[in-house]
């Protein structure tokens, strides 16, 4: 286990909703960064948050929001739900540096009807 | 654009034998290329890393072999073992702290 949780674990909303996945980070890690995996996909970069602070976002549209809280853990929410965001979420978290490795969560597998 | 493209989409080896999976990058300025290993239902763990001024890298029976002026880097897992079956990821970060740009992964099937 790597110490990342992630909750739900699965979901289902419909189209047009919002929805909010959670993650802890592992103990000592103050980065946390959340990527979005379609089926049969490689992991896609969403944002990055360090210290409370966006640093670092891919190309995702301003519907994909995220926070920091100051024990390190974070939300990503998306908004107005379209079916091509049904996805597992991954997130992934570290300490602060270069080359230091990230630890992912299980994921959480969401599905828009 | 695929920042990393990687091939095969799958592969399916006998026990024992030594699977290769191949990435290309175009980017110049990635300067770290992991490989990561994906369970169904888990999320992808950290196999081995390499930085571009290393030619390969070995760790128990995962290699990676890097080709700065090709732009390409390989993973070789002697020996494997049924154990292996998974996904596997390459990736690609660019001096950013863990923004990785991922290959579309590899179904890697080890036959008893």
């Known amino acids: 286990e790597t110490g990342v949780t992630q909750s739900p674990t699965h979901l289902i909303k419909t189209r047009g909703q919002q929805v909010t996945l959670r993650c802890s980070s592992q103990?000592?890690?103050?980065?946390v960064s959340w990527y979005q995996q379609a089926l049969g996909q490689g992991p896609q970069f969403i944002f990055q948050y360090y210290r409370e602070e966006e640093n670092g976002r891919g190309n995702f549209p301003p519907r994909f929001s995220g926070l920091q809280f100051p024990n390190y853990s974070s939300e990503l929410n998306v908004n107005a739900l379209e079916l091509d965001d049904s996805a597992l979420y991954l997130c992934?978290?570290?300490?602060?540096?270069?080359?230091?490795?990230?630890?992912f969560g299980q994921g959480t597998r969401l599905t828009v009807v | 654009q695929q920042q990393v493209k990687q091939s095969p989409q799958s592969l399916i080896v006998q026990k024992g034998g030594i699977p290769i999976i191949n990435c290309a990058y175009e980017?110049?300025?990635?300067?770290?290329f992991p490989w990561y290993q994906q369970f169904p239902g888990k999320g992808p763990a950290l196999l081995i890393a390499?930085?571009?001024?290393?030619s390969e890298k070995k760790e128990g029976r995962f290699t990676i072999s890097f080709n700065k002026s090709a732009k390409q880097f390989s993973l070789h897992i002697m020996d494997s073992q049924p154990g292996d079956s998974a996904t596997y990821f390459c990736?690609?970060?660019?001096?950013?702290?863990?923004?990785?740009?991922f290959g579309t992964g590899t179904s890697l099937t080890v036959i008893p």
């Open positions: 980017n110049t300025a990635f300067d770290y």
């Open positions: 390499i930085r571009p001024d290393v």
């Open positions: 992934a978290s570290s300490s602060r540096g270069l080359n230091t490795e990230a630890f």
């Open positions: 103990s000592g890690h103050n980065t």
């Open positions: 990736a690609a970060e660019r001096n950013t702290g863990n923004q990785f740009y």
